[in-house]
């Protein structure tokens, strides 16, 4: 009550302390602030990270920054590099073995890097003469924000305009006994230990990505998958990742669900689960047993009912508009908060920055969220853009699109002996005329580079045609998908056989 009214009396002033009021201090929130100060506008940007349930804490920049993107990144690099060492043998190269890692060592090189990144976006605020308040924001009215500081000192802030941008925290369950003794993918990237032998429970991008760069630094790692890997992905090449991860050596445990979790006097987790396929319960012993199933979105403590912001009551999720508006005027969502939005950091700065553009430099473009490019970081890459072949499907019929595929060979395999059996390529498109393409999926070394450059012709509505008549760059991988011409239906062997 006593917020609400001393609320009332900054509104009788008849001016707001900001034009723009930014709630969150990541991808999308940062670059829309920037972009908003830009035109003169004064612009604030509240952040503050709620420890997570394990104490792991960190600085301004988002999920993308300290706890996704960037350390998954280079913990995935790190990994690949041990691949390489046993590459470099085939290639005449002299190395004493064993070679082991050293996890604190790494550790420690990538979160100092997350540090300067912190420390650098924080220059960049105060650069643009942006202010950045270290404090959690909670919804007092349409215009009014409580920011309240780690000790527990609050403030009341108005904005004519308000963003939200908190993005989202992985989740854990509620129904499973132990899981508190667990960590979450907010967490693994701080250790300044090794994890040791681990389970990821659930197939995400994020869990198999963490599970494939733990397996490549030699340590025992497993996945627990309840239903499919990859969920919302193209499922042939979810198979394929999970396969390749599979006989990368990363254990797979298909159709199961954990039931408890108990910590023994070791201080070892042991994991009871049930096996849905033979009904039987099974159990064994870890290190860390790391949460990947999902994420919720960071909404529920923004006391959204006081500004009348609807949310998706299943998904937790903001409903927005077109231009990212919100039920309520002046508050607009960006990011994984917003209802049906890829979350996807490049995503968010785009969506951020047009919006800025729309709010205060008379710009009418939207974000367009069709094609957009993403890449799974797992020890053999997935990049994709378009459809995924059961969407095409559902959209247009199964008679009425083609699929060109094939499987290849890097040519940097070939003298290391690497197995390529899931090195695949398959492009989605409409059968009749040029043939447009809907979808495109990869699956090899550097995925996203590769899927980066076709994501434009994506975004040109470019056919297979067009496809078929560009020259490719020889020798690369990127030149297959140039090369495709074996489709599906045709049956015929789509193993590339030539160089």
């Not at 590459?87 to 890097?113: C, F, R, T």
């Not at 409903?319 to 490049?346: F, K």
């Not at 990127?478 to 049956?491: C, D, F, P």
Request: net charge neutral; with cysteine.
């Amino acid at each position: 009550m006593a917020a609400a009214a001393a609320a009332a009396r900054l509104r009788a002033r008849g001016k707001h302390d900001y034009d723009l009021l930014v709630i969150g201090g990541g991808s999308g929130g940062l670059a829309c602030s920037k972009e908003a100060a830009r035109y003169g506008r004064k612009v604030a940007v509240l952040d503050y990270v709620n420890p997570s349930p394990k104490g792991t804490r960190w600085g301004l920049g988002g999920t993308c920054v300290n706890v996704g993107c960037i350390p998954k990144k280079l913990m995935h690099h790190g990994a690949l590099l041990g691949t390489a060492i046993n590459d470099a043998k085939k290639y005449g190269w002299e190395i004493p073995l064993p070679v082991n890692h050293d996890w604190s060592v790494m550790a420690s090189a990538i979160q100092d890097h997350v540090k300067s990144l912190n420390w650098g976006h924080r220059v960049q605020l105060q650069d643009k003469k942006v202010k950045y308040l270290n404090l959690k924001g909670v919804f007092v009215d349409q215009h009014t924000i409580q920011g309240e500081s780690s000790k527990g000192e609050k403030t009341l802030l108005t904005a004519e305009t308000i963003v939200l941008a908190t993005g989202g925290r992985p989740t854990y369950p509620s129904n499973v006994p132990g899981a508190e003794f667990c960590i979450s993918s907010d967490d693994l990237f701080w250790l300044r230990d090794s994890p040791g032998k681990t389970l990821v429970i659930g197939a995400s991008y994020v869990g198999l990505e963490c599970a494939g760069f733990l397996t490549g630094f030699g340590l025992d790692t497993s996945v627990m998958v309840r239903s499919i890997p990859l969920r919302g992905f193209d499922q042939q090449m979810a198979r394929l990742v999970t396969d390749y991860m599979t006989s990368y050596g990363t254990r797979i445990f298909w159709k199961c669900t954990p039931i408890k979790i108990e910590k023994l006097n070791n201080g070892k987790l042991q994991v009871v689960w049930k096996n849905l396929a033979s009904n039987i319960e099974e159990r064994e012993s870890f290190d860390t047993v790391m949460w990947a199933a999902g994420r919720t979105p960071e909404t529920q403590g923004l006391c959204l009912d006081k500004a009348e912001v609807r949310i998706n009551p299943e998904t937790r999720k903001v409903v927005v508009g077109d231009g990212e508006e919100t039920s309520a005027r002046h508050i607009y969502a960006i990011g994984d908060i917003a209802e049906g939005r890829p979350e996807l950091t490049p995503s968010a700065i785009r969506a951020g920055k047009l919006l800025a553009h729309r709010l205060f430099g008379k710009s009418t473009q939207l974000m367009d969220y069709d094609n957009v490019a993403t890449t799974v970081f797992t020890p053999l890459e997935y990049g994709c853009v378009g459809l995924t072949e059961e969407e095409a499907v559902r959209r247009h019929g199964e008679d009425k699109i083609e699929i060109y595929h094939a499987y290849y060979k890097p040519l940097e395999y070939t003298v290391a002996e690497r197995d390529a059996a899931q090195c695949y390529i398959k492009i989605v498109c409409l059968r009749e005329g040029d043939q447009t393409i809907l979808g495109l999926h990869f699956i090899g070394p550097n995925a996203g580079e590769v899927v980066q450059g076709f994501a434009l012709g994506m975004k040109c509505n470019a056919t297979y045609s067009q496809l078929a008549s560009t020259v490719g760059i020889h020798p690369t991988c990127a030149e297959e998908v140039n090369k495709l011409n074996i489709t599906k239906r045709s049956g015929l062997d789509a193993t590339v056989t030539s160089c």
